[in-house]
């Protein structure tokens, strides 16, 4: 038996979730909530654009606030991913 990849159990299991199109986030996917909301890590994602686009950290945390964290609130047509940030501790 195959083994299923990480999106083909989101896609049949929580077919309504939302995935950010965005297919180098997929490494940021960290969860999923019981209500189905795909739970994304901010840092895991900041740390992608910094290391796959070249950006500095202030660059990357301007481009995450202006073109994903904004971007939440409209996605409407099924149940919208979280962004969790870590508490630093």
Sequence with gaps: MEKQTQMEYLAQVYPESIVLADDDFDD????VSTNGNVIYSVDKMIDILVERYNMTHEGAYEYFDYNID???PYMTDGVPPVLMNSIPI
Aim: glycine share 14%; proline share 0%; net charge positive.
């Design 28 to 31: 940021a996917i960290i969860g």
């Design 70 to 72: 904004r971007a939440i």
